[in-house]
């Protein structure tokens, strides 16, 4: 890998009481790290945590273990005070533009806040900044005195990203970005996101479950299920030859928009497991066509196989 | 030509609004449903999709108003239909499965409980004969310890689950001769929308039916459709064999369309 990296999750773990004293395991152990100017995919179903992840490495969700490393630096450790620094660097954009946008606030007020909450800048320069902003992400000045309610879904987006791009940060988590949108206006927003990390030089870490989305975007992945990583890779490598048995699943399940197209599915038993007292085994165990004694013993780990690439399954790595 | 099943012809509305003014919305919408033939009604969000489909039971919303055409099945109009004619078309003739299942369903009655009351209001018999067929039902469409699920509620389900108890409900408990889902696998993890494809595209072809599909997603439309409706903006724009729609698309939005559904490069 070249270049220092920019972010570092290591060891990431977010645990939820439950009642009766049981505890919920929504991210159990994951390792992740982004070069400057990447876009690393997180890939996973309903329940895999991928979105607790992110939500844990921005603080949306204090991380019950583990360790988030932003340019040496350990969030977890910080002060508050100083994790005002570390949003400058670090953002994030949302699934759904209607609910993470304030409705009484125009596009103008909008992006004018973070430049007031973060930056030190006269009223004209803020101005500026603002219509800058509006015209990098596809939208005019005229848009700016316009509130939410009276912007398309994709429109929405783009203020969302506008706002996120504000205050020049490394890194931008997409949380399902383009999830709720047409997929005409799909394709015109990737375009955008592509667009502005080649010019601002933006990392991304992009949470989707959907594939096709991951392909045409993400120079690595990382595949998750049930809370923790179990493949990850160049994005071009993994779709051409997956190795874990989930993955191999999750990805001959995908339907392609094409005729006479044939997949061959692997196929799992069953639906996900529960994440409340997981047993100390793999967490496929019970759903996997590959399945050995020895997996319902212990957990096996990330396995290194060369090339960038890491699975864990020893069952498939041999 | 094939028989067809459902012909909507040049079928028109919109909805007015606060202040009185009307707004159309669907500008003389026409299609047919051939007999025993899988159909996808393709569209994005404000197509019109939908809001033919749910017309076709008589649940449009209240506020949409009709201006024309006719929607006819086995050659009746069904829009001139009185509430008691369309109740004995709704479930016995045509019936519909929604994308959000556990909506669908009552919260307050067990899942085997909602198959046998339905069984029985078509079917007749007694109540333990109902629930047979209901636990039937359910094991035909995989539903893992039938007997035990039909005593649960639906929040017990997972959305997959429901989805497949509604299936079963549509299909194996009303027995249409006409089955229209509406986005049934939007917002089911791939995996499981896959198996629940599977599932539709088997009972179909086993029991003959005619299968109307109203989705976004061209991926599925690919791999399970034989005819294929276009929606824009609520007007047809192009209808065809799928295999037509996916090598050979004629009008502009359809190409759009299907190239925006194709982010990746064929291998």
């Known amino acids: 890998m070249l270049g220092q990296p920019l972010l570092q999750v290591r060891e990431l773990s977010k645990v939820f009481p439950v009642e009766g004293g049981r505890k919920l395991v929504a991210v159990d152990g994951v390792d992740l790290e982004i070069v400057a100017g990447e876009t690393l995919a997180l890939v996973g179903e309903s329940g ?146 592509l667009d502005l990390q080649e010019r601002l030089h933006l990392a991304y870490l992009f949470i989707t479950h959907d594939l096709q989305v991951v392909q045409h975007v993400a120079d690595r992945v990382a595949v998750m299920y049930l809370g923790g990583i179990v ?11 997956p190795r874990h048995p989930y993955t191999r699943a999750l990805l001959s399940a995908a339907p392609v928009a094409r005729w006479g197209v044939k997949r061959t599915r692997t196929r799992l038993a069953g639906e996900i497991a529960s994440a409340i ?25 990330l396995l290194d196989i060369g090339a960038g690439r890491a699975v864990a399954c020893p069952v498939v790595v041999g | 030509m094939s028989e067809a099943l459902l012909e909507i012809e040049d079928y028109r509305g919109g909805f007015r609004t606060e ?19 899988m159909t996808a009604v393709v569209g994005e969000s404000g197509s019109g999709k939908s809001l033919v489909a749910l017309s076709v039971l008589g649940i449009q919303p209240p506020a949409f108003e009709r201006t024309g055409g006719r929607i006819l099945f086995r050659g009746t109009d069904l829009l001139g239909l009185d509430e008691k004619g369309l109740r004995a078309i709704r479930g016995a003739e045509i019936s519909m499965v929604f994308q959000d299942a556990r909506a669908a369903l009552n919260p307050v009655f067990t899942v085997g409980r909602q198959l046998a009351d339905v069984w029985q209001l078509h079917h007749g018999g007694g109540r333990k004969a ?29 959305g997959g689950m429901a989805q497949r108890a509604m299936i079963a409900m549509a299909s194996l408990i009303c027995q249409p001769a006409l089955l229209i889902l509406d986005e049934p696998t939007t917002g089911l993890d791939v995996t499981i929308q896959s198996d629940i494809m599977e599932l539709i595209v088997e009972l179909s072809r086993t029991r003959g ?20 409706v276009v929606m824009n903006a609520g007007r047809v724009v192009e209808t065809g064999s799928a295999e037509a729609i996916f090598t050979t698309p004629r009008d502009l939005y359809t190409q759009r369309l299907l190239s925006a559904s194709q982010l990746v490069e064929a291998a």
């Open chain 2, 209 to 228: 039916l005619t299968t109307c599909l109203i989705t976004h997603d061209l991926g599925v439309v690919a791999e399970t459709c034989q005819e294929v």
């Open chain 1, 48 to 193: 895999s945590g991928k979105s607790t992840v992110a939500r844990c490495i921005v603080r949306l969700i204090e991380p019950s273990g583990g360790d988030v490393v932003i340019r040496e630096e350990s969030i977890l450790r910080l002060q508050p005070s100083r994790l005002a620094g570390v949003y400058r660097k670090i953002q994030m954009v949302f699934q759904d533009p209607n609910a993470s946008l304030n409705p009484r606030m125009s596009v103008r007020q909008v992006l004018d806040e973070p430049l007031k909450l973060h930056l030190y800048l006269l009223k004209s320069e803020r101005a500026a900044r603002v219509k800058e902003l509006i015209e990098m992400v596809g939208l005019t000045a005229a848009h700016l005195d316009r509130y939410p309610h009276e912007l398309s879904g994709g429109q929405r987006q783009r203020v969302g990203i506008a706002r996120a791009i504000a205050v020049s940060p490394d890194i931008v988590i997409l949380d399902e970005p383009t999830s709720s949108l047409d997929v005409s206006v799909r394709g015109q927003i990737l375009d955008l996101l």
């Open chain 1, 277 to 301: 007292d997981p047993p100390d085994a793999c967490r496929l165990v019970g759903r996997c066509p590959l399945a050995r004694p020895a997996c319902a013993s212990a957990k096996p780990p």
């Open chain 2, 130 to 158: 109902a629930m047979g067929q209901a636990i039937e039902a359910l094991r035909r469409v995989s539903i893992p310890e039938p007997e035990r699920r039909a005593r649960q509620y639906p929040h017990e389900f997972s």
């Open chain 2, 19 to 37: 202040t009185g003014d009307f707004v159309p919305v669907l500008h003389g919408v026409s299609y047919r449903l051939k007999v025993g033939v």
């Open chain 1, 231 to 241: 493949e990850t890779g160049p994005t071009r490598d993994l779709f051409a030859d």
